[in-house]
Structure formats: C-alpha cells, structure tokens
C-alpha cells in the first residue's frame, strides 16, 4: 500500500471512530434519501430551481458522480423534496440511457356497492365478464430504485384515456401528466391528483398533515406488510405498506401519490424508502368510498432510464386543457349488445326523450358521473352534459351512477330500456326509464 492510501484509509478510519452512532438528520428520512449513504444511484436531470416553488430555499450543494456513475451529494443537497409549482412548465430532464433496478406493479381501482345484473333467462354472462375485463380500472406502474415512478393508465374507463401516464420523482412534489403518445404534459402541483381522477379537472385540494396510527402487520402477496390507519379531514385511508426494497426511492412515490387522494401531504413520514403500498382503502366523511390493490408485483433490473424522464423530450408544455377522452363511452355498440342474449318484447317507451335504441345519460349535476348498466362501466357524463350510448337490447338492465371515487354511489334502480337516464343534481339522482 503506497503512503498516500494508507493515509487516505487512516483518516477514513479516524472519522469513523468519532461519530460511531450519529443519526441521519430527520430531514433526510423525510425526503427518502438512505439513512445509510450519503451516496444515491443514478444521476437526476439538472433543474432550474426558480421553476419550482420559489418559498422553498434552494441547496447549496456540489454534485459529483463515482467511477460508477452514482451521484455523490453533499450534506447541504439531502434536503425536503421541493414542491411543483402550478403553471410552470419544466426544465429539461437528462438521464443517462441505461436500465435501471426497481419494480413493475399491475394495479386496479375497485369500486364498492356495485350492483349486479337481473337474474334473468336473456342475461348473457359471458358477454357482461368480456365488457367487465374491457373496462377494468388498471394502472401499470414502475419504480425505479433511484427514485422515478411511471404510471400508465391501461384502461377504457379511467377519467383518463389509455395511454395517458403519470411520473414522479423523488426530489418534487406533485407529478406530471402525460397525453398519450406523450406529445403533451401538464404539471400536477400537490394536491391535484385527487381532482385529476375524479373530476378530470386540475384544482389544488388543501393538504394537511392527518393523523395516523398503527393497526397491524400482515402480508399480501407473498410480502411482508405494515398495515396504518390515516386521518384527515376528507376521511380515513386504511393503507398495507409492502416491505421492497428493490423499489428504492420509487416506492414513496407511489404512497405519496395515494395519499394525495385523501388530502394528505406527501411530506407525510408514513411514505417510507423501501416500501411499497400493495393495498389501500377510503372511507370518504360523507359515506362511500374505493379501495386500490396492487395485483401482481415484479423485480425488475431492466427499467429504461430514458422511459422515466419527467417530461420527456417530445412532450410539448400545455397550460391548459386535458388529454380527449374521446366522448366518454367506453364500451362500442356490438360490445353493449353482447350482454344480453335477445331483445324482449317490451312496449314502446312512454318518454318521447328516450332514443329509439341504447339510452340517453344525462348529468344534471356539477360532477363527473359514471352510470354503470349491469355493473359494467358504460359512460362518463361531464356536469351539465349528456351522452348517447347505442348498443343495448331492449330490455330490463340495473344502472347506477356514481363518482370515480366514490364519494357519491347512487342506489340501483331497475329500468327498460331504451331508456332516457337522468342524474338530477335535486333529487340525488333519479333515473327515469322509457
């Protein structure tokens, strides 16, 4: 060993023995950095501070990358995420192209209360499961140990068209909103997730620190789990957070995100690095509710770092507007069709508003409505709008509205159809059947 290296191990060594039990500062675990290293992988994109929240202080730090390409970040950097602020479009992103550790999880929102379809000869259960299957709620979503999320959205019958995405990073609050074939983005500050989904709208909903409490350990699918109870003033949230280590930093992005839901801050200290929320439940103050389960979880060692720049190169900055959600129908003509055998011989419809085949939906309110027809998602009304859906046989069918989170579920009513349905925003939500 060459007089320079011992030198070097002696004071290495030396710094060591001073300070055997420091802690990392609470700061740090708040913003997800390891309490272990002051080394995190993968190099994130230079950004330009005053683009983001300009009441946070900025770091004074110096960024150097080892032989391995890590970034090495001083004392002064390993500071509180800073928050996205609303109207601003991002600095470049710039990843290295390489492939990355972390996760792939399939995920579904589920809906409570839905009503099941009449017990009847014509019914045809193997055409309401194909338009079920259609029209499942489903997220994918990778996690990169380094501390990126990518959501896309799989689904007919989000808010959201397939193919629309979600990133995240570790270093931000808030998120940023992709049209599908990424050609434009939004940014999504704190608090905008919760009206995203389920009003397809972009409104910042206060945050507050909630409460929370333990209830519990379990496991789900196969991982170890911590089971927490939050409070706030929206509701309660009953989340099962996975013990993964493999998801790094991008696993509080994803409790970070769900947490938003319920109008709790993601500074919140339940959003852990190395956890994974697999399961989670609301319970909305005013009745209702959903719930999301992780379905199936991956490892991964090959997640493109090009795939999660937060925008991407070809995303074009958009102040306003939503990506189309192509009229809100979710199911096509001959799909609708398929859920019943034959048509019965039911009389004309008495209302000279219904159509002559199908049903007419009509929002009456100023929320986003889901009507359901035998449980199957079939169309998404805006406030003070209404939708022609063509394709079911006449008929009795059960339908129902209600709010992609669940904060309003109307009851079931039966109805024949063809039919013209209205959400009445008096009455709660009368459905008259022709």
């Known amino acids: 060993m060459t007089r320079a290296r011992a030198a070097a191990v002696g004071v290495l060594l030396a710094a060591a023995g001073c300070e055997p039990s420091r802690q990392p500062p609470a700061d740090l675990v708040e913003a997800g950095a390891s309490p272990n290293a002051r080394i995190l992988p993968a190099p994130l994109a230079n950004e330009t501070p005053d683009l983001l929240d300009a009441s946070v202080p900025e770091a004074s730090a110096k960024l150097v990358s080892d032989d391995y390409g890590r970034l090495v970040m001083s004392q002064a950097s390993q500071q509180s995420p800073l928050p996205l602020a609303p109207a601003t479009p991002l600095p470049e992103d710039t990843l290295s192209p390489r492939e990355l550790p972390g996760m792939t999880l399939e995920a579904a929102f589920r809906w409570r209360d839905v009503p099941q379809p009449p017990k009847a000869a014509e019914v045809a259960t193997a055409g309401i499961q194909a338009a079920l299957g259609m029209t499942a709620l489903t997220w994918k979503i990778d996690l990169a140990e380094t501390g990126r999320m990518r959501v896309q959205f799989t689904s007919r019958a989000l808010p959201l068209p ?143 770092s090009t795939d999660m720049l937060m925008p991407p190169p070809s995303a074009a900055y958009a102040a306003a507007g939503l990506p189309s959600a192509q009229g809100g129908v979710f199911l096509t003509r001959d799909e609708l069709a398929a859920i019943r055998t034959e048509a019965l011989p039911l009389p004309a419809s008495a209302d000279p508003g219904a159509p002559g085949e199908g049903f007419v939906a009509i929002n009456q309110s100023d929320a986003l409505f889901y009507l359901l027809v035998d449980g199957i998602p079939a169309v998404a009304v805006p406030p003070m709008s209404e939708r022609y859906v063509s394709g079911p046989q006449r008929g009795l069918y059960v339908v129902q509205w209600r709010t992609f989170l669940g904060e309003s579920i109307e009851p079931p009513q039966t109805v024949e159809m063809p039919a013209r349905l209205v959400r009445s925003a008096a009455d709660g939500g009368a459905a008259d059947g022709g």
Not at 186 to 200: C, F, K, M, W
Not at 223 to 237: I, P
Not at 244 to 255: D, N, R
Not at 276 to 290: D, N
């Open 162 to 304: 397939s193919g629309s995405e979600l990133r995240a990073r570790h270093d931000v609050h808030g998120e940023v909103l992709l049209w599908p074939g990424l050609t434009q983005y939004r940014v999504l500050p704190p608090g905008a997730l919760r009206t995203l989904l389920g009003e397809r709208r972009i409104d910042v909903t206060p945050l507050s620190a909630g409460s929370a409490r333990p209830v519990g350990d379990g496991k789900r699918l196969d991982v170890d789990v911590r089971k927490v109870e939050l409070h706030a003033s929206l509701g309660t949230l009953y989340i099962e957070l996975g013990r993964a280590p493999e998801a790094g930093e991008g696993g509080p992005l994803l409790c970070r995100a769900l947490l938003e839901i319920l109008g709790v801050d993601p500074k919140s200290p339940e959003c852990v690095v190395g956890e994974v929320p697999l399961y989670a439940s609301y319970a909305w103050q005013g009745g209702g509710g959903f719930s999301f389960e992780v379905t199936s979880a991956a490892r991964r060692t090959d997640l493109v």
